[in-house]
């Protein structure tokens, strides 16, 4: 069945520590893929997007994202995080035959940094 | 410029009342989607609007649900005779529609309007 799968709930890291939330996708052709950010009683803002060409992505705020095929993932990374990272974080797809005109979000990942 | 506006930004109905949501998109962009995001069910696609082309209604969960999109520009979310699972945050958000097919385009999202059904 076609579906986007984050298979963490929760994530928490030191403040400093790198970070890696995944992000897995079942679709049999290569998808357009998004990360979104949620603050608390904020709406979603982007971070970054794949659609083709090189499979590693460079976003705002020094996120970047990694689209491994043949893992059918889009995980996104961070190499030093910061307290003010503490958010939800949402996996997106989009594809003709996928998602008609919309996205499929994924369930998100509430990310916790300790200080 | 300014970006998706949502108003209000929360609401407190009883159960049986009609509700009424805005969306105001990013000035000149043509496509508007609904989102529903609740606890235990994520964030779910409910309608899309495209220009003058039919809306895609597809993810509206009931026919209480409906959305109306004047003039090209701002959405009215309307939910009829609420219930206590219609409590969550409804987000709107607009593209551009450029040309290009709406699930490669980057959304915008508004800061969403927390509806609670007593």
């Known amino acids: 069945a076609q579906s986007v799968t984050q298979p963490d709930i929760h994530i928490t890291v030191s403040e400093g520590a790198s970070l890696e939330l995944r992000c897995n996708y079942s679709?049999?052709?290569?998808?357009?893929l998004f990360w979104y950010v949620q603050s608390p009683g904020q709406g979603l803002q982007l971070l970054l997007k794949?659609?083709?060409?090189?499979?590693l992505v460079q976003g705002i705020k020094g996120f970047e994202a990694e689209f491994k095929r043949s893992q059918s993932s889009f995980n996104l990374r961070k190499p030093s995080v910061h307290w003010s990272d503490a958010a939800e974080y949402f996996c997106?797809?989009?594809?003709?035959?996928?998602?008609?005109?919309?996205?499929?979000f994924g369930a998100g990942t509430i990310l916790r940094v300790k200080s | 410029g300014a970006g998706v506006s949502q108003s209000p930004s929360n609401k407190v109905t009883e159960k049986g009342k009609d509700v009424e949501l805005r969306c105001d998109p990013i000035?000149?962009?043509?496509?508007l989607y609904w989102y529903r995001q609740s606890l235990g069910q994520g964030l779910e696609f409910l309608i899309y609007f495209q220009g003058n082309s039919a809306p895609d209604k597809s993810g509206l969960p009931s026919d209480r649900f409906s959305a109306e999109r004047t003039g090209g520009s701002v959405s009215t979310l309307t939910i009829q005779r609420t219930q206590q699972e219609d409590s969550a945050v409804y987000l709107c958000?607009?593209?551009?529609?450029?040309?290009?097919?709406?699930?490669?385009?980057?959304?915008?999202f508004g800061p969403g309007t927390r509806l609670l059904v007593l």
């Open positions: 679709y049999g052709a290569t998808p357009y």
């Open positions: 794949y659609f083709s060409g090189d499979t």
């Open positions: 958000a607009s593209s551009p529609q450029g040309g290009a097919p709406t699930y490669q385009e980057t959304q915008y």
């Open positions: 000035s000149g962009h043509t496509a």
């Open positions: 997106a797809v989009g594809a003709q035959g996928f998602s008609g005109n919309k996205l499929v």
